[in-house]
């Protein structure tokens, strides 16, 4: 097992320097480079070369790589165009928003899809059966910002059930040691906050979660409808033992496998597909950034967040992956 | 039930259409049941039917069958009979579209049929036990081995949560499990075939059922494990008194270890009574074909040659089958007069293979493991050479290395006299022309999304043969030759039973008209009845195309009926090598006897 990890660790050095190479290689393919980006209606050839010299990029692209590789180590992701901030600085600020928003979507995914896609399987043909390719099929259909703006206008406008935006509200005065606003809530003892920060969450949580809901509903009945009928199953059965034992030990369990995997492509979807709940929701995760980014081309936050997503995405594959072990002894020796 | 043995006999085939009267009889029947309390069970004018989307089917119909205590039952029959379906309406764990139509289950005075599922999960564990066909797929791969037998044990108030593992590991000791404390925290994946069933009938005994259902309880082990393990059964369950439900389809293994032989076919008892008399005395048409058909029971080879049908060689067989193996008209195997003066198709010499086991860590060295050793054999040109061994004895190996699909690490094989196999992609294309493989399993080993005439067609096309008219021709001789029917070449695998599937996959491996024909665990898959007419297909397409066969089995009743010259391997090595008489009649090896004395009902005298 701790091979396994120690392995998965190392390959991220080869992933990250490849995908460094793409984001570098990237930035220079921009139309007219990233100066003519960077500078927009600004631009005057002067002020251009001024800032080429500035950076370096009139230096042999080589010599740039070099350069821009050994910020990176340094852990050195530049500085916002837009805010003149670090970029690590401002992905620390946001990313654990992001964190609690795929949470709070995977909770919701897991908890409903789970149970949903069993009972389904368990009950084929059923009504619960047929309601849940109803919603697996809106869940995929839907468009998530769609999906957002309607739970946004009947929960928060309409019914006033849920806040309709922020992470926060604007009159809770609360301390964030961590930036997960849930979490520090809890540790200050601010309980209202907490709450508040939670209830925030509510929301944009469902609105991210409905596809991977459609997804782990659709796949634990798929799972779970073909481990039922297993040998092992049925011999069970024929010793006698409770159905919650058969039900969690020998059903659920074994069902789960192919699920963890789907789970875990999932939360890289989460991570990135927060943009449009993001934006929706007036969220300020690493998602809405993002979007920023992309309209006024800052692009030194696009490359270091894209390389920062991709390390999280690998961390979250590796847990997965050692999770898979835990499940199923057979996997165990061959990690 | 000597009531029953000796009315069922007489009981014609067609009896199915009186049903209701038998029903009627049982009735009056039923009101004055329990009256002997050495009975465990008895099943009266059983009836079950699966909803299908064609309507209900039924499944079984109007069986009777009694079991008393401390007595073995075996319901006989090919896949498809309904024995299956009877044992597991006692246990109450039909699949969910099944439920019994009509009759009783009198189970210890108590009607099953008429118990809820409550009722039925208590009795399971607890007074019925099962031990499953597939050792494969019938323990939790994902729990280990003493907690599946814990389960049941606390679930059914045998043992505490404390003290289950405990009488679990004497459970396990029970059934010869060695080393039982350390295995019992093991999974089912670093068991072996035989360990797991030891393991399931450990659980299947864990609560000292009153009744036990063995349902092929060894059918999907090795000949030698087979008899070991079904000696276990049969003693613990002799000092445990359990009566015993034993579902087989092996005839030789029901007379063998049963007191009472119930035959089954297409969900009718057509047969039943005391096993010797079944045997000797077969009175159902069906008996009397299942009894030719088993290949424990056969003991001759399939001569097509002569100018009979099969049913004239079985017939003989059966007449004669311990007498001496020639008869006046032919030369059988040991002296075939066509024996070949020519030099062997297949030459293997000195042949060894190693794999290399990786290791387990990122840096530590692989172990190696040999799988053959030093093996030489000559393969005569229009013979049939069969290799037997267990599973682990590297047969499949051997075979693997003459299809060139693995490359030898030392030592030669030579076909018609050149090295086997090729030196680049065109003389290896070239190869598998001549030489080609049917392999075990008919389920998988056709792609389930061909159609039969486009799995036929297939290597034609991928060998450029012909244009489209030709192929058609040459795919529609093929179904002839394997006696397919035209209609069957439109339908999918998923449409056909297990013996048309493996002549679909016969007629792919004759598709281009090959030299030799690798033949690895072809039969094994398939019902006796099925085993035997493949069997003689095979022989009829030798006799033919002038085909050479290298049959790689565990099963030395189908050797016997085959081959010409048999080589028996284990571990690696080659042990024994001889004419099919030389081998049978005078082994040389305690190995080779073990395997012989292994094959259910040799010892049984049936010369009627």
Redesign the interface.
Known sequence: ML?LVV?RLLLLIPLLLGLSVLLFAWVRALPGGPVTAMLGERYTPEAAAAIEAEMGLDQPVWVQYGKYLGQLLQGDLGTSLRTGRPVVEEFLVRFPATMELTVVALVFAIGIGIPLGYVAARRAGSVVDHASVVVSLVGVTVPVFFLAFILKYLFAVELGWFPSAGRQSTTMVATHPTNFYVLDGLLTAEWDAAWDALVHLVLPGIALGSIPLAIVARMTRAAVSEVQ???????????????A?LRG??IL??AMLPVLTTIGLQVGLLLSGAVLTETVFAFSGIGSFLAQAVFNADYPVLQGFVLLIAVVYALVNLIVDVSYGL????LR?QQ | MTQHSTDQPDRPEAAVTETPAPEKEIAVAATAVPADDDVVLRVEDLAVDFRTESGAARAVTGANVEVRRGQTVAIVGESGSGKTTLAMAVLGLLASNGAVAQGHIWFKGEDLGAAGAQRMAQLRGTELGLVPQDPMTNLDPVMRIGRQIDEGLIDNGVRTLRTARARTVELLQEVGLPDAARRASQYPHEFSGGMRQRALIAMGLSARPALLVADEPTSALDVTVQRGILDQLAGLTRDLGTAVLLITHDLGLAAERADVVVVMYRGEIVEQGPARRVLTEPQHEYTKRLMAAAPSLASRRIEIARERGLEEVLEEALLAPSAETGSSDDGTASGNPDEPTTAALVQVRDVTKVFRIRGNGLLSRGRDFTAVEGVSLDVPRGGTVAVVGESGSGKSTLARMILDIEKPTSGTIEFDGAPAGGHDHRSRIAYRRRVQPVFQDPYSSLDPLYSVYRAIEEPLRAHGYGDPAERRARVEELAEQVALGKGVLRRFPSELSGGQRQRVAIARALALSPELVVCDEAVSALDVVVQAQILRLLAQLQEDLGLTYLFITHDLAVVRQIADRVIVMQAGRLVEEGTVDEVFDTPQTDYTRALLDAIPGRDLDLAV
């Open positions: 091979r392995q009928n297993a040998d092992y199953v049925r011999t069970a059965r024929a010793k006698g033992i409770t159905a034992r030990d020998h369990r074994n499940i199923d002894p057979r020796r």
